[in-house]
């Protein structure tokens, strides 16, 4: 009962932030772009399969440090759609907009959005499967736990070269003995700084606190499955915080399936991730948690 009261809050609180968006009508084949709540930042589309039934979905988040990027910005892999899955991308509001957790409200309104209304769009929204790269990781990550939370468990996770806890980015870099890429997470004009609103380097436990690996420290419920990729020479991102999201799914769930590797010569993102195995090992991955 507590699973269905928990439910019940969470879409009925969505509804009540849609109340002013326009109905949409879907079309198909092709492209449908949907707003999903009231902020012109607030959009996703929808890339639909042939033909006419309702078609799981693959939602991804883009990267971009939370400061920049575009849902355009995602490839939308012709594999997925001949496949018979649908591809949605989402905006959410970067952190120049609003600070965190505006990104994972919106994120899990988008979600939420086409579980709500996916008869009414040719979508099966049981069928999910959550999907980032870069910071686009850390959204999926972090929407997949609040699915879970609320007894809506999506059917896998794809984690992809995605920080997962801020508080470590400058200490796990060094670790590695990795020139860094970029100036250090905790100065207070770094992306995470902004995101969060204060100096990582100056909250440190704050910055932990709002990581997905905080989050499942205090779970105990079933895991969806998840696939993690990160590459072994990523000098923005180190890979000690792929190996961390893979031990704390573990410690949170021990029976659920874990798909994890390291890329072996690959930086924050590029073709590695887009080509050879990876690609091959992504649309297994996905099209077997969607069945």
Same mark, same amino acid.
């Given at each position: 009962? @507590?699973?269905? !009261?928990?439910?019940?809050?969470?879409?009925?609180?969505?509804?009540?932030?849609?109340?002013?968006?326009?109905?949409?009508?879907?079309?198909? @084949?092709?492209?449908?772009?949907?707003?999903?709540? %009231? +902020?012109?930042?607030?959009?996703?589309? !929808?890339?639909?399969?042939?033909?006419?039934?309702?078609?799981? #979905?693959?939602? !991804?988040?883009?990267?971009?440090?939370?400061?920049?990027?575009?849902?355009?910005?995602?490839?939308?892999?012709?594999?997925?759609?001949?496949?018979? !899955?649908?591809?949605?991308?989402?905006? /959410?509001?970067?952190?120049?907009?609003?600070?965190?957790?505006?990104?994972?409200?919106?994120?899990?309104?988008?979600?939420?959005?086409?579980?709500?209304?996916?008869?009414?769009?040719?979508?099966?929204?049981?069928?999910?499967?959550?999907?980032?790269?870069?910071?686009?990781?850390? $959204?999926?990550?972090?929407?997949?736990? %609040?699915?879970?939370?609320?007894?809506?468990?999506?059917?896998? #996770? #794809?984690?992809?070269? *995605?920080?997962?806890?801020?508080?470590?980015?400058?200490?796990?870099?060094?670790?590695?003995?990795? /020139?860094?890429?970029?100036?250090?997470? +905790?100065?207070?004009? %770094?992306?995470? %700084?902004?995101?969060?609103?204060?100096?990582?380097?100056? =909250?440190?436990?704050?910055?932990?606190?709002?990581?997905?690996?905080?989050?499942?420290?205090?779970?105990?419920?079933?895991? @969806?499955?998840? $696939?993690?990729?990160?590459?072994?020479?990523?000098?923005?991102?180190?890979? $000690?915080?792929? =190996?961390?999201?893979?031990?704390?799914?573990?410690?949170?769930? @021990?029976?659920?399936?874990?798909?994890? =590797?390291? #890329?072996?010569?690959?930086?924050?993102? *590029?073709?590695?991730?887009? /080509?050879?195995?990876?690609?091959? +090992?992504?649309?297994?991955?996905?099209?077997?948690?969607? *069945?």
């Amino acid at each position: 009962m @507590p699973g269905l !009261i928990r439910r019940s809050l969470l879409i009925g609180g969505a509804a009540a932030a849609l109340g002013g968006v326009a109905l949409w009508r879907w079309q198909k @084949p092709g492209a449908t772009e949907l707003v999903y709540d %009231s +902020d012109p930042a607030q959009v996703l589309d !929808i890339q639909y399969p042939r033909g006419r039934a309702a078609a799981p #979905v693959l939602v !991804i988040f883009h990267g971009g440090d939370f400061a920049t990027g575009d849902k355009a910005d995602i490839e939308v892999w012709p594999e997925w759609l001949d496949a018979g !899955i649908a591809v949605v991308r989402v905006n /959410t509001r970067l952190s120049g907009q609003a600070p965190w957790p505006a990104q994972a409200d919106d994120a899990l309104a988008a979600v939420v959005h086409l579980q709500r209304s996916g008869a009414d769009i040719g979508l099966d929204p049981a069928r999910m499967v959550l999907m980032g790269q870069g910071a686009g990781a850390y $959204l999926a990550v972090t929407t997949a736990l %609040s699915l879970v939370e609320v007894g809506l468990v999506p059917k896998g #996770v #794809v984690s992809l070269y *995605g920080p997962m806890d801020f508080s470590t980015l400058d200490a796990d870099v060094k670790t590695l003995g990795r /020139t860094p890429a970029r100036g250090p997470a +905790d100065d207070p004009a %770094s992306p995470e %700084s902004r995101l969060l609103g204060f100096a990582v380097g100056a =909250k440190r436990d704050a910055a932990r606190a709002a990581s997905p690996l905080a989050r499942l420290e205090r779970m105990a419920e079933p895991l @969806p499955p998840i $696939l993690i990729r990160h590459g072994d020479a990523d000098a923005m991102v180190a890979d $000690l915080q792929a =190996k961390r999201l893979r031990e704390a799914w573990i410690a949170a769930d @021990p029976k659920a399936v874990i798909d994890y =590797k390291l #890329v072996p010569g690959a930086g924050h993102g *590029g073709a590695a991730f887009e /080509t050879g195995e990876v690609r091959s +090992d992504l649309l297994a991955f996905v099209q077997q948690a969607l *069945g």
